[in-house]
Protein backbone atom coordinates (compact mmCIF):
# COMPACT_ATOMS: atom_id res chain seq x y z
CA UNK A 1 0.00 0.00 0.00
CA UNK A 2 2.19 2.77 -1.21
CA UNK A 3 -0.13 6.06 0.28
CA UNK A 4 1.41 9.09 -1.53
CA UNK A 5 4.49 8.94 -3.91
CA UNK A 6 6.83 11.84 -4.71
CA UNK A 7 9.36 11.82 -7.16
CA UNK A 8 12.26 12.50 -7.02
CA UNK A 9 13.44 13.09 -3.46
CA UNK A 10 16.33 15.26 -4.17
CA UNK A 11 17.66 17.27 -7.20
CA UNK A 12 19.62 20.00 -7.51
CA UNK A 13 18.77 22.34 -10.57
CA UNK A 14 21.08 25.79 -11.96
CA UNK A 15 19.11 28.98 -12.00
CA UNK A 16 16.76 29.05 -15.21
CA UNK A 17 16.77 25.15 -15.61
CA UNK A 18 13.17 23.79 -15.84
CA UNK A 19 11.61 20.56 -14.07
CA UNK A 20 8.73 18.29 -12.73
CA UNK A 21 7.83 16.88 -9.57
CA UNK A 22 5.78 14.25 -9.83
CA UNK A 23 3.32 12.91 -7.09
CA UNK A 24 1.03 10.04 -7.47
CA UNK A 25 -1.65 8.58 -5.20
CA UNK A 26 -2.99 4.84 -4.85
CA UNK A 27 -6.20 5.83 -2.74
CA UNK A 28 -9.06 7.47 -5.40
CA UNK A 29 -8.90 10.73 -3.43
CA UNK A 30 -10.47 13.77 -5.19
CA UNK A 31 -8.10 16.46 -3.34
CA UNK A 32 -4.43 16.94 -3.98
CA UNK A 33 -1.98 19.82 -2.95
CA UNK A 34 1.34 20.88 -3.21
CA UNK A 35 3.00 22.59 -0.32
CA UNK A 36 6.53 23.98 0.09
CA UNK A 37 8.20 24.10 3.35
CA UNK A 38 10.82 26.60 4.33
CA UNK A 39 12.12 27.24 8.15
CA UNK A 40 9.97 29.43 10.19
CA UNK A 41 7.25 29.28 7.60
CA UNK A 42 5.35 26.20 8.20
CA UNK A 43 4.02 24.74 5.11
CA UNK A 44 2.60 27.06 2.46
CA UNK A 45 0.18 25.73 -0.18
CA UNK A 46 1.34 26.28 -3.40
CA UNK A 47 -1.80 25.23 -5.66
CA UNK A 48 -3.95 22.65 -5.19
CA UNK A 49 -6.55 20.11 -7.33
CA UNK A 50 -10.10 19.42 -6.41
CA UNK A 51 -10.51 16.53 -8.89
CA UNK A 52 -9.17 14.96 -12.49
CA UNK A 53 -8.47 18.39 -14.93
CA UNK A 54 -9.32 20.64 -12.60
CA UNK A 55 -6.61 23.31 -10.74
CA UNK A 56 -6.45 25.78 -8.42
CA UNK A 57 -4.47 28.79 -6.57
CA UNK A 58 -3.11 28.30 -3.48
CA UNK A 59 -0.83 30.90 -1.20
CA UNK A 60 2.13 31.57 -3.22
CA UNK A 61 1.25 30.11 -6.84
CA UNK A 62 3.84 32.19 -8.78
CA UNK A 63 6.62 30.91 -10.62
CA UNK A 64 4.95 27.44 -10.70
CA UNK A 65 2.53 25.23 -12.33
CA UNK A 66 0.46 22.39 -12.28
CA UNK A 67 -1.50 20.03 -13.77
CA UNK A 68 -3.85 16.75 -12.88
CA UNK A 69 -4.66 14.93 -16.22
CA UNK A 70 -5.33 12.01 -14.33
CA UNK A 71 -7.08 11.61 -11.22
CA UNK A 72 -3.95 9.50 -9.17
CA UNK A 73 -1.70 12.03 -10.64
CA UNK A 74 -0.35 15.87 -9.88
CA UNK A 75 2.70 17.13 -10.99
CA UNK A 76 4.02 20.35 -10.05
CA UNK A 77 6.35 22.72 -12.66
CA UNK A 78 8.81 25.03 -12.33
CA UNK A 79 9.50 26.39 -16.02
CA UNK A 80 12.75 28.50 -14.96
CA UNK A 81 14.13 27.96 -11.51
CA UNK A 82 15.31 30.33 -9.08
CA UNK A 83 17.01 30.27 -6.00
CA UNK A 84 13.79 31.61 -4.47
CA UNK A 85 12.50 28.41 -4.94
CA UNK A 86 14.77 26.38 -3.34
CA UNK A 87 12.25 24.16 -0.10
CA UNK A 88 11.20 21.04 0.77
CA UNK A 89 8.02 20.18 -1.89
CA UNK A 90 5.27 18.20 0.20
CA UNK A 91 2.64 16.25 -1.80
CA UNK A 92 -0.92 15.62 -0.18
CA UNK A 93 -4.09 13.92 -0.92
CA UNK A 94 -7.58 13.45 1.04
CA UNK A 95 -11.44 12.46 0.45
CA UNK A 96 -13.36 15.66 0.07
CA UNK A 97 -15.97 15.94 2.50
CA UNK A 98 -18.56 14.98 0.32
CA UNK A 99 -16.97 11.65 -0.23
CA UNK A 100 -16.31 10.55 3.97
CA UNK A 101 -16.26 12.73 7.15
CA UNK A 102 -13.27 12.42 9.38
CA UNK A 103 -11.05 12.66 6.30
CA UNK A 104 -7.38 13.08 7.18
CA UNK A 105 -4.97 14.26 4.52
CA UNK A 106 -2.00 11.84 3.78
CA UNK A 107 1.35 13.40 2.61
CA UNK A 108 4.25 12.23 0.39
CA UNK A 109 7.83 12.03 2.14
CA UNK A 110 9.12 15.40 0.59
CA UNK A 111 10.95 16.36 -2.23
CA UNK A 112 14.54 18.51 -1.58
CA UNK A 113 14.82 20.84 -4.20
CA UNK A 114 18.08 23.02 -4.33
CA UNK A 115 18.42 25.94 -6.93
CA UNK A 116 21.80 27.02 -7.03
CA UNK B 1 -8.68 33.57 3.97
CA UNK B 2 -8.57 31.52 6.68
CA UNK B 3 -4.97 31.98 8.52
CA UNK B 4 -3.71 29.73 11.32
CA UNK B 5 -1.10 31.21 14.13
CA UNK B 6 1.49 29.45 16.38
CA UNK B 7 2.96 32.05 18.72
CA UNK B 8 5.71 29.46 20.05
CA UNK B 9 8.41 28.79 17.70
CA UNK B 10 10.11 26.47 20.48
CA UNK B 11 8.67 24.77 23.21
CA UNK B 12 10.97 22.34 25.68
CA UNK B 13 9.64 19.97 28.60
CA UNK B 14 11.13 17.94 31.10
CA UNK B 15 10.56 14.04 30.11
CA UNK B 16 6.86 12.22 31.55
CA UNK B 17 5.72 16.02 31.81
CA UNK B 18 2.88 17.82 30.56
CA UNK B 19 3.13 20.47 27.83
CA UNK B 20 0.47 22.92 25.61
CA UNK B 21 1.09 24.08 22.32
CA UNK B 22 -0.90 26.96 21.00
CA UNK B 23 -2.97 27.63 18.08
CA UNK B 24 -5.09 30.24 16.93
CA UNK B 25 -6.96 30.83 13.81
CA UNK B 26 -9.22 32.97 11.98
CA UNK B 27 -12.44 32.18 10.18
CA UNK B 28 -15.65 33.49 9.12
CA UNK B 29 -17.09 29.76 8.24
CA UNK B 30 -18.93 28.24 10.78
CA UNK B 31 -18.02 24.81 9.87
CA UNK B 32 -14.66 23.26 9.05
CA UNK B 33 -11.96 20.80 10.48
CA UNK B 34 -8.85 21.14 12.67
CA UNK B 35 -5.80 18.82 12.84
CA UNK B 36 -2.43 18.85 15.03
CA UNK B 37 0.23 16.87 12.39
CA UNK B 38 3.88 15.29 13.96
CA UNK B 39 6.77 15.83 11.78
CA UNK B 40 9.74 14.38 13.01
CA UNK B 41 13.45 14.42 11.79
CA UNK B 42 12.28 12.08 9.05
CA UNK B 43 10.51 14.39 7.67
CA UNK B 44 7.46 12.28 7.43
CA UNK B 45 4.14 13.94 8.30
CA UNK B 46 1.57 12.31 10.68
CA UNK B 47 -1.45 13.11 12.42
CA UNK B 48 -1.59 13.23 15.53
CA UNK B 49 -5.46 14.66 16.40
CA UNK B 50 -8.67 15.92 14.59
CA UNK B 51 -11.18 17.92 15.85
CA UNK B 52 -14.70 18.99 13.99
CA UNK B 53 -15.91 22.31 14.45
CA UNK B 54 -19.41 21.28 15.24
CA UNK B 55 -18.80 18.77 17.91
CA UNK B 56 -18.04 20.49 21.05
CA UNK B 57 -16.12 17.62 23.07
CA UNK B 58 -12.58 18.17 22.74
CA UNK B 59 -10.85 15.23 20.87
CA UNK B 60 -8.53 12.66 22.87
CA UNK B 61 -5.66 10.40 21.52
CA UNK B 62 -4.43 8.44 23.89
CA UNK B 63 -1.65 11.14 25.61
CA UNK B 64 -2.62 13.56 23.34
CA UNK B 65 -5.51 15.56 23.91
CA UNK B 66 -7.14 18.75 22.72
CA UNK B 67 -8.74 22.50 24.33
CA UNK B 68 -11.11 23.91 21.64
CA UNK B 69 -12.14 27.23 22.00
CA UNK B 70 -14.93 27.89 19.27
CA UNK B 71 -15.60 31.22 19.61
CA UNK B 72 -11.85 32.02 20.79
CA UNK B 73 -10.78 30.20 17.23
CA UNK B 74 -8.03 28.49 19.95
CA UNK B 75 -6.90 25.01 19.11
CA UNK B 76 -4.26 23.99 21.56
CA UNK B 77 -2.26 21.06 22.02
CA UNK B 78 -1.57 18.73 25.40
CA UNK B 79 0.56 16.30 25.60
CA UNK B 80 1.00 14.48 28.94
CA UNK B 81 3.50 12.02 30.03
CA UNK B 82 6.31 13.46 27.77
CA UNK B 83 8.00 10.53 25.72
CA UNK B 84 11.19 11.09 24.03
CA UNK B 85 9.68 10.23 21.02
CA UNK B 86 7.57 13.19 21.04
CA UNK B 87 10.30 15.43 19.97
CA UNK B 88 9.33 16.84 16.40
CA UNK B 89 8.06 19.88 14.66
CA UNK B 90 3.82 20.34 15.43
CA UNK B 91 1.89 22.15 12.86
CA UNK B 92 -1.42 23.62 13.56
CA UNK B 93 -3.91 22.91 10.52
CA UNK B 94 -7.19 24.48 9.32
CA UNK B 95 -9.32 22.49 6.57
CA UNK B 96 -12.53 24.29 5.14
CA UNK B 97 -15.88 22.64 4.30
CA UNK B 98 -16.29 24.79 2.06
CA UNK B 99 -17.41 22.36 -0.98
CA UNK B 100 -14.98 22.73 -4.25
CA UNK B 101 -12.82 24.91 -1.88
CA UNK B 102 -11.51 22.45 1.02
CA UNK B 103 -7.67 23.89 1.65
CA UNK B 104 -5.82 22.69 4.41
CA UNK B 105 -4.14 25.53 6.06
CA UNK B 106 -1.14 25.33 7.81
CA UNK B 107 0.61 27.22 10.97
CA UNK B 108 4.34 27.96 11.42
CA UNK B 109 4.89 25.10 13.82
CA UNK B 110 6.47 24.87 16.95
CA UNK B 111 9.25 22.75 17.87
CA UNK B 112 9.37 20.17 20.36
CA UNK B 113 11.92 19.66 22.76
CA UNK B 114 12.29 16.62 24.77
CA UNK B 115 14.50 17.17 28.03
CA UNK B 116 15.33 13.45 29.58
Known amino acids: NAGVTQTPKFRVLKTGQSMTLLCAQD?????MYWYRQDPGMGLRLIHYSVGEGTTAKGEVPDGYNVSRLKKQNFLLGLESAAPSQTSVYFCASSYSFREALNTEAFFGQGTRLTVV | AQTVTQSQPEMSVQEAETVTLSCTYDTSESDYYLFWYKQPPSRQMILVIRQEAYKQQNATENRFSVNFQKAAKSFSLKISDSQLGDAAMYFCAYRSRDFGNEKLTFGTGTRLTIIP
Open chain 1, 27 to 31: MNHEY
